[in-house]
């Protein structure tokens, strides 16, 4: 799927969810992170990895296909978020119009995953992480149905703290 937009992380990730689960219906949520990345091509595996990293996103010398890793160390919402932002450094640096073949690795780290983070890429990869997991069209229907923050974090699959940060950014 090359082709993609990639200036802006907000349109990248509505055309991914166009294009994988979404197929021209309306987005189901929780969106389903595992789906989008193998409609994607990518590989998902969870594992150990060593404290303080969270994800990789690899590709092994001599193969096509890239393999998301996301630390079993991390509880099931941080591994959605974490597969999310893979997800979004796959569709940047591999789907868009310019990619970055030369890269065959990259260490997600848990403070680079932070809302906080000055990294340009990781900033675009954490603001694509918040609109595929949480779609603006999606929760302004939801919040408009008087849904409390906790009610919709839970609907959505992810923290009432990442919700927040969702709305302050937008």
Sequence with gaps: MTGLTTDDPDRAARQVLETTIAAGAAVRVPVDVTR????????????????????LLVRLEGQSRFRAVVSSRCGPGRRR?????????????????????????????????????????????????TALLMPAGVVA??????????????????????????????
């Design 141 to 170: 229907t939801l919040w408009s149905t008087g849904m409390d923050l906790d009610a919709l974090a839970r609907r959505l699959g992810v923290t009432p703290v990442a919700l927040t940060l969702c709305r302050t950014r937008r």
């Design 36 to 55: 989008v990345a193998c409609c994607l091509g990518l590989a998902v595996e969870r594992m150990l990895l060593e404290l303080g990293v969270d994800g």
């Design 81 to 129: 978020f974490v597969l999310a932002h893979e997800i979004g450094h796959h569709v940047r640096e591999h789907q868009g119009p310019w990619t970055r073949d030369s890269v065959l690795g990259r260490v997600e780290r848990h403070q680079e995953l932070s809302a906080v983070t000055a990294d340009p890429d990781e900033r675009w990869a954490n603001d694509f992480t």
